[in-house]
């Protein structure tokens, strides 16, 4: 019986450090923005899985969501109108141009009609950009993944659900790239996306989370408005619209720790 109670008291404490339940939610006043790029199922044995959410736990997660009265914004309107929302709020944001945001996502953001941003890359067909961060992922599995094409984002522009934000020209690693090309990447990405929508593209991306100053001063300069980046939680200060955190959803992902993770704003 002893031996039992205290298997028992392993598992619960081994349980509760790694979700930390216990601990006391951030203000729900301050915004979440998630952070999502794919909603398909799974490949067996393929790298980049927690970039797979399922659309049967996708609709899960979005169906709690409005269960729980959350209010669904685009980006730019999160920037718009911070410090009025009610509390609650959520930004969905969706990085890269799956063609899976179309065909698997949007039908369940439409049924709850819940808002969301998409990042695309402009120059996003046939292109493994995980490379560009790590050379050794050179396994082709993100240039095989299916991407939206032009008509296609600029039918989700016009669904009144889906802001379109840039994410550059072709994915690229800031960090690699001199002042020029930077520049390049960022302004002709907004300004292509910008003819294609025929709408201002004013939130942007930084691919793999990887930036600098020079690239925060970039982006102010050619007219984004907003940028979000890959640290995991939630602002709870005065924010700098152009550093702004996210959680992160993975296809791994419980709904139970999907929960955690908006109530905490990163994992335990």
Not at 34 to 40: A, E
Not at 65 to 94: C, S, Y
Not at 238 to 243: E, L, N, S
């Amino acid at each position: 019986m002893i031996y039992i109670l205290i298997v028992l008291f392993i598992l619960l404490f081994a349980f509760s450090y790694k979700y930390a339940w216990w601990k006391p939610a951030v203000d729900w006043n301050r915004p979440r923005i998630l952070m999502y790029h794919m909603v398909r199922e799974h490949i067996d044995g393929a790298k980049f899985n927690k970039l797979r959410v399922r659309p049967t736990e996708f609709e899960k997660q979005i169906a709690w969501l409005k269960a729980e009265g959350f209010n669904f914004v685009t980006m730019q309107e999160l920037q718009d109108h911070w410090g009025r929302h009610p509390a609650k709020t959520v930004a969905i944001t969706f990085d890269d141009g799956y063609l899976d945001n179309l065909e698997n996502a949007f039908p369940i953001l439409e049924k709850y009609q819940a808002k969301a941003t998409i990042y695309v890359v402009v120059d996003r067909h046939d292109r493994d950009w995980s490379t560009d961060k790590k050379a050794h992922h050179n396994s082709g599995e993100l240039a095989r993944e299916p991407k939206l094409n032009d008509e296609q984002v600029q039918y989700l522009a016009d669904s009144g659900l889906v802001e379109i934000g840039s994410h550059t020209l072709t994915h690229a690693n800031l960090d690699k790239r001199s002042d020029a090309e930077c520049l390049v990447e960022l302004r002709d990405s907004k300004n292509q996306l910008e003819r294609l929508t025929q709408k201002s593209v004013t939130s942007f991306a930084y691919p793999f989370g990887i930036y600098s100053q020079r690239d925060v001063d970039i982006a102010k300069q050619v007219g984004y408005r907003n940028a979000v980046t890959t640290k995991e939680g939630i602002d709870v200060g005065a924010p700098d619209f152009m550093q702004l955190q996210r959680i992160k959803i993975s296809g791994k992902d419980s709904l139970f720790a999907v929960k955690l993770r908006l109530k905490l704003g990163k994992r335990a």
